[in-house]
């Protein structure tokens, strides 16, 4: 199937050779977009969980059994992507093109340095599990529930030869890991248990079919419970000091950093990006509290200490918030009036025929209290698009007021113009218009948080709020959080950062609750370069956006920008700049 190409073409030369008209060539942007396609169609055969992510239910009833057999075909397929890769010259390709090319090309490097290099499948043990995806499969309404169960039923026969796999990868893990992979596996005991049982039962399966399944799920949940016992063993042994340290050292992070962030800086470059903007964030926080100090403290003496002082500020100002039966209500009040700010400041474009449904978060995604966008996956792009807010539990008195201090009357429309207005659902709206499905699929996650991130300074810089101090003391101190992401990740996974430095940094030098900091550590230890996505993408698209104002200069507007900004969709922003730098 790779070599096609190469023979078609050789097959035209021929052709033109005996001066016969040859049959409409393909030119190199045809060629490679017919080349995407069929890759994608490899990927969902190959990769059924990730397609199952992404909405495409064709091997839904697959289950990867992850042995050496698996990873041995997924570096071949890597390696047999990257030979095809080298056939096109991206820089003959359009823009699209050229973006594609570069998403695929790190997408498939990444994947042999994820096996052959960084080798997660052997020390973290927490990637290991099945319920994520059987519950999708489950529960996505993509088609009849007798399907959806017969599906359910292939993966289920696979589940013992998955977890005997996992047990011979384990090599070496850490604790950290170690103990997630013992908490999420209980969860996927939940997933595998009697409502599951219940439910085949009652379907229209037929009787033969329900006994199968009834006898996989009891082997599926033996297996589990296996694996859950062999953790255990293993955590005892780990307690003991001589587990791998969950720090990942400098030279593993730069290159995951390179790899998934897919960034313009390096890791180093961006961590000291991010020191100075702490200090810079400090000195303008010092000014603006200072000035607020007498309209919320009144004549309270003020402390020498300035991080003190802007604290006490930020506390003041907390007790302004909605009252707790009124969140939800709070949230769907503001959302029209973002949109009006936008439309008329002329910022970016915003689609009516794709409106944002605020709901109350279904119950079975209720975890934690606060807010969050649904998308609808990329194979789906006309799906709507939901805003989930979980109302909050009147009966938790002490736990409500932490959370609405958090989320106070400033801090509350920071957070709707980042998951919304014209934060999250706004660039997707615009990522679901653009000409490829590539960027949609291997989405960059720094470019999306980088956009909400960026798209809250975009408000704030047209004067959202009527600039009052009090929200860009809020923003502030909310924009301090990513930076603060940043530094931690860089200096907990490369500098043996410890707990109560970490701690401090948080709650001393980025004003966070306690609370907050804790469940901070907690993710700092378990994931890497991950937490540096936001600062990254905002001050990335932040350079760009200043680059382009200085290349077009008069001609440069905001709502040009953020338009063609979005329009390549989540494409690294690298890429991004790349292109519309070149663009005359
Ligand atoms: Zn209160
Ligand atoms: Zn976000």
Known sequence: MRTLPFLYLAFVASLAACSVAPPAPQNDDERFRAHTSRLLDEMWGEFPDF??????????????????????????????????LGRFDPAGLNATNRIDYAIIKNRMER??????????????????????????????????????LRNVAGRLESIPA????????????TLEHTQLAILQNRGALGILGPDLAKQAQASNLGAAEKAEFQRKLAAAR?????????????????????????????????QKFHYEIQS???????????????????????????????????????????????????????????????????????????????????????????????????VYMRG???????????????????????????????????????????????LNIHEAVPGHYTQLVHANKSPSLIPAVFANGSMIEGWAVFG????????????????WLMWMKWNLRSVMNTILDYEIQTMGLQREAAMRYMTVEAFQEETEAVEKWRRASLTQVQLTSYFNGYAEITALRDEMRAKQASAFTVKGFNNKFLSYGNAPIRSIREVMLSAQ
């Not at 998955?162 to 893990?173: F, H, L, M």
């Not at 789906?380 to 805003?387: D, E, F, K, V």
């Open 111 to 148: 994947g042999i340095w994820e096996n052959e290099t960084f080798r997660a499948w052997q020390w973290d043990p927490s990637t290991y599990n099945v319920a994520n995806s059987l519950d999708l499969v489950l529960t996505t309404q993509y088609a009849p529930l007798e399907t959806r």
């Open 51 to 84: 397609a199952v992510r992404m909405g495409n239910y064709k091997y839904a009833a697959r289950l990867e059994v992850p042995n050496q057999g698996r990873r041995d075909a997924k570096v071949a397929l890597y390696r047999r992507e990257l030979t095809a």
């Open 264 to 362: 313009g800086f390096t890791a180093e470059q961006l961590y000291r990006l991010a020191l100075a903007e702490k200090a810079a964030k400090h000195d303008a926080m010092e000014k603006i509290a200072r000035e607020l100090w007498p309209k919320y403290l009144g004549n309270v003496q003020m402390p020498s200490d300035r991080l003190l002082m802007i604290r006490l500020v930020i506390r003041e100002m907390s007790k302004y918030h909605v009252a707790p039966h009124d969140f939800v209500q709070a949230v769907r009040r503001q959302i029209g009036g973002l949109q009006d700010f936008v439309r008329a400041k002329d910022l970016v474009d915003q689609d009516p025929s794709r409106p944002l449904v605020v709901r109350e978060t279904p």
């Open 456 to 471: 809250e300074k975009v408000m704030l810089d047209a004067g959202y709020g009527n600039n009052a101090p009090e929200m």
């Open 368 to 414: 934690i209290a606060g807010a969050s966008i649904s998308a609808p996956g990329p194979l789906n792009p006309t799906a709507n698009t939901y805003y989930n807010v979980t109302p909050l539990d009147e009966s938790k008195v002490a736990a409500n007021e932490s959370f609405l201090r958090e989320y106070n009357d400033w801090t509350l429309q920071i």
């Open 162 to 173: 998955y977890y005997a796999a996992a047990k011979a990868n384990i090599s070496g893990p």
């Open 222 to 254: 033996a297996a589990v419970e296996d694996f859950l016992a062999y953790l255990n063993g293993l955590e005892s042994k780990l307690g003991n000091g001589n587990a791998r340290s969950f720090r990942i050292g400098k030279a593993l992070y730069e």
